[in-house]
């Protein structure tokens, strides 16, 4: 070893080394020091369920799951174990086995561990229950949590999420608010300005709106602008330089940054998210409808249009996005393989314009072999401004929740969007319209994972059109 730190020598002293690694988030490491600890004693379960959280960790799921259940069949007496399963189940989307392993977690630990693992527990039951929309089911099972340990931060939030997702406003902004309690939400707080709380007057003041969470946020949130300047305030905005030329036309008075910058002079500050709690929006009805509320380039838009009329020829022109951020928590349900849209493309009554941003080699070459499909160079698109643009031109927009889904809403093109099983808060539930997108029309997935049943609708949908001249693709 060169002089270096002698390796473990027995199952324990890898254990520990896996602990220590896994500590501190190196979970590749962690992996082998637990895989190398349970080859000298493969009967040690709680090593076992340490080596599926690092698994896990690592988006390694179904290996995950297998040596959770190793490790509960070892010691099934023991909850944690239990526990341990369930949560890898849900990160696997098996939720109906996740719920039966928590239930058996809490069979076996209530009345003996403390409230914090217990009020976890009951938290792990509710987003489980959400997960299978059993949202009304979910709400009781939070309270409790949140009776039990008031100080949980990621239940309260989900908490809030789950009321969202049932139209109960009032209840829960407030809850929804939590979210900035959280660690990775700390960023926000280096801007040196309080942050407003609705009451304060805004007259000649300036208040800084930060982008959070995902970019689709702040296509939705931008519409509470102009309520800001109608009473007095100077509007700031953080966002990425690919919004900034269709804010700068579309919201006219509001100063642009870069996420990083830091305007000076401020003196509120507000998570852009948190503007419906702070405007009071309890209902639907009280959510502002100024559709559109962002216009594109009229030169960038005329281009676009001539050159999809010149391919389309009379036929349905439509846009499409099939996947979002891949680093979205959720994308491995929000995404869809792009094979799975095939049936689309072997129509001939439509164009497909392609508005995806980081398709891969592979589904470029994909594209590449289908006739129906105008596939646009990287170059062509390299902002929001050019996305808006191009759906300029086009008849409809096909999409995943994902932000340009919420920029075609707030551009007032007609979208059809394509939501997994259990979808987001703001797509509500059992929904087929949008309360934040009036020209929203919503395909959600009937069974988990069932893509080519949407894909299947929407191809309906389209032979169904109406208002629009729709003729074989490529005829003259």
């Known amino acids: 070893m060169n002089g270096g730190p002698a390796l473990p020598q027995t199952a324990a002293q890898w254990g520990d080394l896996g602990n220590v690694l896994q500590r501190g988030g190196r979970h590749a490491e962690a992996i082998e020091a637990y895989r190398r600890g349970l080859a000298l004693q493969p009967d040690i379960a709680p090593m076992r369920s340490n080596l599926g959280n690092s698994l896990q960790a690592l988006g390694l799921f179904e290996e995950s799951v297998a040596e959770h259940r190793r490790a509960v069949a070892m010691r099934p007496e023991w909850g944690a174990l239990h526990g341990n399963l369930g949560a890898a189940l849900y990160r696997l989307g098996e939720m109906e086995e996740a719920l039966e392993a928590y239930g058996r977690a809490l069979a076996l630990q209530e009345g003996k561990a403390a409230p914090p693992p217990l009020a976890a527990l009951h938290s792990n039951i509710a987003a489980a229950l959400v997960g299978l929309n059993r949202h009304e089911e979910a709400i009781p099972v939070y309270e409790k949590s949140l009776a039990l340990c008031p100080e949980q931060t990621e239940a309260a939030w989900n908490y809030g999420l789950t009321l969202l997702s049932l139209g109960r406003f009032r209840e829960g902004w407030p809850f929804h608010e939590r979210r900035l309690e959280q660690g990775y939400k700390k960023v926000l707080e280096r801007v040196p300005a309080p942050m407003w709380d609705g009451e304060a007057s805004l007259r000649g003041k300036r208040i800084l709106l930060q982008a959070e969470q995902g970019w689709g946020d702040v296509f939705q949130m931008v519409r509470y602008l102009p309520i800001l300047q109608a009473a007095g305030a100077e509007c700031s905005l953080q966002a990425p330089p ?179 099983f259990c979808a987001d808060w703001r797509w509500r539930i059992g929904r087929e319209d949008s309360a934040w997108y009036p020209t929203a029309r919503l395909f959600r997935q009937e069974r988990r994972r069932d893509w080519a049943g949407v894909v299947r609708r929407v191809g309906v949908g389209i032979g169904g059109s109406s208002g629009v001249r729709v003729r074989p693709f490529g005829a003259g």
């Open 242 to 420: 690919t919004f900034h030329d269709l804010f700068r036309r579309s919201l006219p008075g509001v100063e642009l940054y870069p996420v990083e910058e830091i305007p000076a002079s401020l003196n509120f500050r507000l998570p852009i998210t948190s503007l419906p709690a702070v405007l009071r929006t309890h209902s639907d009805a009280e959510i502002p409808k100024p559709i559109p509320y962002l216009t594109p380039d009229p030169e960038k838009a005329a281009a676009w249009r001539r050159r999809i009329d010149a391919v389309a020829q009379g036929c349905l022109r439509v846009g499409l996005v099939w996947k979002g951020n891949p680093e979205h928590p959720d994308d491995r349900n929000r995404s869809m393989p792009l094979e799975t849209t095939a049936p689309l493309f072997a129509r001939q009554d439509a164009l497909w314009v392609i508005l995806q941003k980081g398709e891969s080699i592979d589904e470029r070459a994909w594209l590449q072999r289908r006739a129906t499909v105008l596939l646009p160079e990287p170059e062509e698109i390299t902002s929001y401004d050019d996305t808006a643009a191009a759906m300029a031109g086009l008849d409809l927009i096909v999409s995943v929740d994902s932000s340009p889904a919420h920029l075609a809403g707030a551009l007032g093109k007609p979208l059809w969007l394509l939501l997994p």
